[in-house]
């Protein structure tokens, strides 16, 4: 079993957010913007999740029960998902370049990509933090975990939903064909 010193669950957090935080100001200029309340929402949903993964609250005390056994090899299986998870949604932003935005919108010049994991799955940064948040539940076994996973799941999806329509309208025919053949955050699905 791991030890709360040792805290290398923590690490692809922190890479996680550098790398956002660094990279936020090698972005296109923005040709449109999706309504700030549907932004807010979106913040607010994985503000919410992060505070239940990362910040134990004793009010909320039934949310910190386990649900999975106290398991080495559960918490490793986590740890690795969470570092897989991150990787990939570093990756798939690294892809994405220029053309990324945290609100959702049309850059200047903006490009379909469909290179890297955008092969796969349209939405693979969504993916890559579903992934590294069900480690992160598997690493504490709490059902806090569970509770996050589900508003990031809902987040996300609904940002990906509105994502999608600014992509339609920006490259219309050609995102509908790429549509066909990529999953929206799995592949295959």
Do not use: C
Not at 115 to 126: D, K, Q, T
Not at 158 to 176: D, N, P, S, T, V
Request: charged content about 15%; glycine content about 8%.
């Amino acid at each position: 079993m791991i030890t709360v010193s040792s805290r290398i669950e923590l690490l692809p957090w922190y890479a996680f957010g550098l790398y956002w935080l660094i990279t936020a100001f090698r972005v296109k200029s923005t040709k449109s913007l999706e309504p700030a309340p549907a932004r807010l929402f979106t913040l607010g949903l994985v503000a919410l999740a992060f505070f239940l993964l990362f910040r134990p609250d004793p009010r909320m005390s039934w949310l910190y029960v386990r649900f999975l056994p106290e398991n080495s090899a559960l918490v490793w299986t986590g740890i690795a998902l969470t570092y897989i998870g991150v990787a990939l949604a570093i990756w798939a932003r690294t892809i994405l370049g220029s053309n990324w935005s945290a609100r959702v919108g049309v850059k200047e010049g903006h490009e379909l990509v469909h290179s890297g994991p955008y092969a796969y799955v349209r939405h693979p940064i969504y993916t890559g933090l579903f992934l590294a948040i069900l480690g992160t539940t598997l690493e504490i076994g709490e059902w806090r975990g569970i509770a996050a996973l589900a508003i990031i799941t809902v987040a996300h999806s609904l940002k990906a939903r509105r994502e999608e329509q600014a992509m339609i309208g920006e490259f219309g025919e050609k995102y509908q064909q790429y549509r066909k053949h990529t999953g929206f955050l799995f592949p295959g699905l």
